[in-house]
């Protein structure tokens, strides 16, 4: 019979780089929405439209990246659901 190990946690760079990474996509997609609603919502001009979405991207890239670093920091040390799968494999055998 095989012996379940803890998983092992993800190192605090490992949670900053996933943070980082994960910002760049989700910052990326607040700022195409913001042009295109400030854009098409609006009588501002592109150059106008363009500091509003960048504005909040800037603002959205710090203050979501530090409340996902803790969420990544947090969800590191709960174990539930990390041996799932190799649990479930083993079953089936």
């Known amino acids: 019979m095989e012996k379940i190990t803890k998983p092992e946690k993800d190192s605090p ?3 900053v780089l996933k ?4 910002r760049f996509v989700a910052s990326g997609a607040t700022f195409i929405i913001s042009f ?3 854009r ?4 501002k001009t592109d150059t106008q439209v ?4 960048s504005a909040i991207a800037s603002v959205d890239v710090v203050v ?15 174990y539930w ?3 799932w799968y190799r649990r ?3 079953r089936k055998k």
């Not at 098409?40 to 009588?43: H, L, P």
């Open 13 to 15: 760079t490992r949670s």
């Open 19 to 22: 943070a980082i990474s994960w």
């Open 36 to 38: 295109f609603v400030f």
């Open 40 to 43: 098409y919502s609006t009588d």
């Open 50 to 53: 363009l500091k509003f979405a």
């Open 64 to 78: 979501k990246l530090i409340l996902y670093y803790l969420h990544e920091r947090l969800w590191t040390n709960i």
């Open 81 to 83: 659901g990390k041996s």
């Open 88 to 90: 479930n494999i083993r």
